[in-house]
């Protein structure tokens, strides 16, 4: 079963907007942000295709931060695949 549209589009929104938005921004912090994004782009990438098992197991392993940002629906989903599996 594939995630709604609408939640797609706000865990997409919620990857664009994860940048440094200091008045001056530090290279090593620009660099920390993007390398980020391209995590949670992974992640999105496998819930989007519907691999919540794979998505979470993933979001799992990232900085606490990062997945404070992941919307509660997006974790209910993945959290059930978990769950899923482990009763299998």
Same mark, same amino acid.
């Given at each position: ?5 609408? #939640? =797609? ?9 994860? +940048? ?5 921004? @530090?290279? &090593? #912090? =620009? ?9 949670? +782009? ?5 819930? @989007?295709? &519907?691999?919540y098992?794979?998505?979470g ?32």
């Amino acid at each position: 079963m594939k995630p709604s549209q609408e #939640l =797609v589009d706000r865990f997409a929104d919620i990857i664009r907007g994860w +940048r440094d938005t200091s008045a001056h921004p @530090r290279p &090593g #912090l =620009v660099k920390a942000y993007t390398k980020d994004r391209k995590v949670l +782009r992974h992640v999105l990438s496998l819930f @989007r295709r &519907g691999k919540y098992l794979e998505a979470g197991l993933e979001a799992q392993s990232m900085d606490t931060i990062l997945r404070d940002i992941i919307p509660d629906e997006a974790w209910r989903l993945m959290c059930d695949a978990r769950t899923k599996e482990r009763t299998q």
